[in-house]
DNA sequence: TGTTAGCACTCGTCAGGTTAGAGTGCTAAC
DNA sequence: GTTAGCACTCTAACCTGACGAGTGCTAACA
């Protein structure tokens, strides 16, 4: 059978009318349509074709017509195909309130990262997930060693994406300030500018020897340093919206409500699944849909979800996901998310400079 | 009417078995307890008493017994009062999981208090709610800038109680290496130890005056600190169990499970509910139970919130909230926060040592 | 006087039946 | 190829009656 421009426009308007309604479709609603002006005879009759082809189905005889994984995949690829055929045009969409964003007093990147995903589950109404900035081949840009009380000191470490991370370390032996500074430099100088690779044993025991006495410091710090480079790889993830599922009757039916919500709250499984996500079907840019079962998360199944990748150069990068219904509304969370995408390079470039 | 002895069993009964079951509770349940050797009729005469009293409620003509909030009250009150007298006695909980806490790692206070969270939810199966370190005569500890790009330097500012925050400074003017660690050091000199009523205007101009060239680094500085202390009184909040609360249909009927888990999702809203928390009934130690109506939040109305505080010394003090049904297992609850209370002091004292 | 057995009564739940409406597929005519 | 008409199917909503749990009341009992 051969889909046609006019099947293809009725499967769209299903698809359109069922993200708005959430209802099936009948052949009535979409006779009603100016633009292909048919009789719901004639609808019907290509409804049964799109049927036949596995791109919508009927819940149940007497029902209309809902969108299957297929059809929305169809919808989906046709769109983002689409959009970067135009992609010059300009787009009016309802400015992001993105503008606190911008503010300079950013200390630190997670926040910031955790207000985007505020700010983008308010305004799309689904929930979402970003992942913490990452890199693998980050460096280490510097380290600091403070004194605190006696017995204690104040290591932050700082990698390349200024991820700073701030480690308590409780020494055994007593060390002074001036010793504390002379070690701070040696480390600096032995360590800045090295991944974890390339942090060896051969530099390991040139910096023990270097440091004489204070073995258990040295050996402390590099710990530390280890535990923040690990840290980096454990993908922190934060969410936001999770109350949104509720808007969607199909995602908050029998128990799934609270396994998303589980799911959810479960950042580590949730951020290795979203951190192993990988182009499957090559789309436009970094902007990648899953729709249904191609989601890689079990309680997941019923919902779509738009990853998009944002880099703060350097390699650091993360991930921005949106979690709907499948019957979300993808033209929207595409436009939205890349919009965002070009305030981050914004913020980005302004900081660089 | 009077509450005789009897009464009071037959009320604690009902508690204790609606407890269990989340259905009303008949009077032929109650008669073939062991204890009191009753008929059905005898107790529907007490039941009906314990109703005209207002302690218990029956949601239809003819169905069993729920308690009201003041039967709850009441029962609360006793236990507590209870446990107040045989305090000394050993008690035999299962031990909670909470050896990973003393792990010596602790490189974040907030990272522990998360994990605990966590596991007091896991064992409870309510939700839980910590709010971070808190103290309202935090003191500067000391603070300390270090180079880290060209015209953007890192200034990691330590309050008392170890709360540690970083800020990433971008300056217009150039600053030297040398120039830096002079800075480092008269603002040292000027600030630590002070609190931030204490750091008035006479020791800002004081600071601008010695700084010479560097006023714009040392205005900046001074907002990262008052920053950080503000941030402080912001009350981070960490949540953990919310899913749970699907397995009680009471919290869940409805838009309840959407209005809590929204209620959940906004920390600052709860932070500063569960901050504003003061003992209202005197009761023991440091916990608190809040029943229904007693609960400051909105969306809670239909819980109970059982709260303890945490004090990690210098006066920094935090909350841990366990938030259920009405029916909960109020006595498990109390012992498992009250392990967990001495689970901290011994973590604080050892770290402290 | 407190306790108990018996009984009529109330009310919610559940299964079964009915109805109205939405939507389809098919057929025949245009 | 398109459309009108019609019989058919299925769900949701509503009603109904039977059932059972639980009560309150009364009268008898220790």
Same mark, same amino acid.
């Given at each position: 059978?051969?889909?046609?421009?006019?099947?293809?426009?009725?499967?769209?308007?299903?698809?359109?009318?069922?993200? @708005?309604?959430? @209802?099936?479709?009948?052949?009535?609603?979409?006779?009603?349509?100016?633009?292909?002006?048919?009789?719901?005879?004639?609808?019907?009759?290509?409804?049964?074709?799109?049927?036949?082809?596995?791109?919508?189905?009927?819940?149940?005889?007497?029902?209309?017509?809902?969108?299957?994984?297929?059809?929305?995949?169809?919808?989906?690829?046709?769109?983002?195909?689409?959009?970067?055929?135009?992609?010059?045009?300009?787009?009016?969409?309802?400015?992001?309130?993105?503008?606190?964003?911008?503010?300079?007093?950013?200390?630190?990147?997670?926040?910031?990262?955790?207000?985007?995903?505020?700010?983008?589950?308010?305004?799309?109404?689904?929930?979402?997930?970003?992942?913490?900035?990452?890199?693998?081949?980050?460096?280490?840009?510097?380290?600091?060693?403070?004194?605190?009380?006696?017995?204690?000191?104040?290591?932050?470490?700082?990698?390349?994406?200024?991820?700073?991370?701030?480690?308590?370390?409780?020494?055994?032996?007593?060390?002074?300030?001036?010793?504390?500074?002379?070690?701070?430099?040696?480390?600096?100088?032995?360590?800045?500018?090295?991944?974890?690779?390339?942090?060896?044993?051969?530099?390991?025991?040139?910096?023990?020897?270097?440091?004489?006495?204070?073995?258990?410091?040295?050996?402390?710090?590099?710990?530390?340093?280890?535990?923040?480079?690990?840290?980096?790889?454990?993908?922190?993830?934060?969410?936001?919206?999770?109350?949104?599922?509720?808007?969607?009757?199909?995602?908050?039916?029998?128990?799934?409500?609270?396994?998303?919500?589980?799911?959810?709250?479960?950042?580590?499984?949730?951020?290795?699944?979203?951190?192993?996500?990988?182009?499957?079907?090559?789309?436009?840019?970094?902007?990648?849909?899953?729709?249904?079962? @191609?989601?890689?998360?079990?309680?997941?199944?019923?919902?779509?979800?738009?990853?998009?990748?944002?880099?703060?150069?350097?390699?650091?990068?993360?991930?921005?996901?949106?979690?709907?219904?499948?019957?979300?509304?993808?033209?929207?969370?595409?436009?939205?998310?890349?919009?965002?995408?070009?305030?981050?390079?914004?913020?980005?470039?302004?900081?660089?400079?």
């Amino acid at each position: 059978m051969e889909l046609d421009a006019r099947k293809l426009e009725i499967l769209f308007a299903i698809i359109e009318n069922y993200q @708005e309604t959430g @209802e099936p479709v009948g052949s009535r609603t979409i006779s009603k349509l100016d633009r292909l002006n048919l009789s719901p005879a004639t609808i019907r009759n290509e409804m049964s074709d799109l049927e036949e082809m596995g791109l919508i189905v009927q819940p149940h005889t007497s029902a209309g017509r809902i969108p299957t994984d297929k059809g929305y995949r169809l919808y989906v690829d046709r769109m983002l195909a689409d959009q970067a055929k135009k992609a010059e045009e300009p787009r009016d969409l309802p400015a992001l309130p993105m503008q606190d964003l911008l503010t300079r007093r950013i200390d630190r990147v997670e926040e910031m990262l955790l207000k985007m995903a505020q700010i983008l589950a308010a305004n799309t109404n689904y929930t979402t997930m970003v992942t913490g900035p990452h890199s693998r081949k980050s460096k280490l840009k510097f380290l600091q060693l403070s004194p605190m009380d006696k017995g204690r000191i104040l290591a932050v470490v700082v990698l390349s994406g200024d991820i700073v991370k701030n480690n308590i370390l409780t020494l055994d032996e007593e060390v002074g300030s001036d010793e504390l500074m002379e070690l701070n430099f040696i480390l600096n100088k032995r360590l800045t500018g090295l991944s974890l690779e390339e942090i060896n044993l051969s530099v390991i025991s040139g910096l023990k020897n270097e440091a004489g006495d204070h073995v258990e410091v040295v050996s402390k710090v590099l710990d530390a340093v280890a535990e923040t480079f690990a840290k980096e790889d454990s993908y922190p993830v934060y969410t936001s919206g999770a109350p949104n599922i509720f808007r969607y009757p199909e995602l908050t039916g029998g128990d799934r409500a609270s396994e998303l919500i589980s799911t959810l709250e479960e950042k580590k499984t949730l951020g290795s699944a979203i951190g192993s996500l990988t182009s499957p079907a090559g789309s436009r840019q970094d902007i990648q849909v899953y729709i249904g079962d @191609e989601v890689p998360v079990e309680s997941m199944k019923d919902c779509s979800v738009v990853t998009a990748t944002y880099s703060l150069g350097d390699g650091v990068q993360g991930k921005i996901g949106i979690i709907g219904p499948k019957r979300m509304n993808y033209q929207k969370v595409v436009d939205t998310l890349q919009e965002t995408m070009s305030h981050l390079d914004g913020i980005f470039l302004q900081t660089e400079e």
